[in-house]
């Protein structure tokens, strides 16, 4: 059965990445929700899509720039506020959802940051409620050295060749691609492998019942409601 993982939370409706998008995503019958992490200037592990807070906050500058008390202070919409992974963990800790953490870290690969979320999971002990993913590869290669018990994923966002071999040699679990590059033949390499798939970011109804119907793993989606209706579970 096809899972349903909000992106960003419920991105459609509510400020990205914040506690109200992860909130609401909760009250829908997702089963797990995506987000993106960073590292602040004193460490603080924070969830945030981009590497600057220009976009989606009333403030400017590089996340890596600054302390968590100067981020804390900005408006990330609808009086939200910049979350860090530890008050997200607050809030989903005793419900049953997972959780995609996406480590951002292509254009800045943070140190440490691998080893600091992979801490908290394990303080937690929410390792089978985890599902990493990044561009960075080798970043998902050290999580799986770190932690080989908490699932790993590459991400991809162009068409490649043997695409699941690939990953599978590499260790990890699943795939995480585009949804457009995914082809007939792209699933069924992938699966063949036995690698799951995870593809972003399926928000049209046509696209859910697509790659719902060719048994996609999980589809990440910006709008879970719509998600929820398409699987039949309204
Ligand atoms: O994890 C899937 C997707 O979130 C990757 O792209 O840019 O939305 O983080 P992006
Ligand atoms: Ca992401």
């Known amino acids: 059965m096809t899972k349903n993982f909000a992106h960003r939370g419920f991105c459609t409706r509510y400020p990205e990445n914040t506690l109200l998008s992860f909130q609401k995503a909760q009250e829908t019958k997702c089963d797990g929700i995506e987000m993106d992490v960073h590292l602040a200037r004193d460490g603080e592990v924070v969830i945030i899509h981009d590497e600057t807070v220009d976009r989606t906050t009333n403030g400017k500058g590089f996340i890596k720039d600054m302390d968590y008390a100067e981020i804390r202070k900005l408006d990330a919409g609808s009086g939200e506020h910049i979350p860090t992974l530890d008050e997200y963990f607050d809030l989903v800790e005793r419900t049953p959802l997972v959780t995609n953490i996406e480590m951002k870290n292509s254009m800045f690969w943070y140190r440490g940051m691998e080893e600091k979320v992979i801490g908290m999971i394990h303080k937690r002990k929410l390792e089978d409620r985890i599902i990493f993913s990044s561009f960075n590869h080798f970043s998902m290669l050290k999580c799986k050295k770190l932690a080989p018990e908490i699932r790993a994923g590459f991400l991809s966002y162009s068409w490649f060749i043997d695409v699941g071999a690939y990953t599978k040699k590499h260790g990890m679990e699943s795939i995480h691609p585009d949804y457009c590059s995914l082809t007939d033949e792209t699933i069924a390499e992938i699966h063949n492998q036995g690698i799951k798939i995870y593809t972003y970011t399926v ?23 719509l998600l929820d209706d398409v699987l039949g579970r309204t």
Do not use: F
């Open 203 to 225: 928000n049209k109804r046509k696209d859910m019942e697509r790659l719902a119907g060719l048994g996609v793993d999980c589809l990440i989606t910006n709008d879970p409601a």
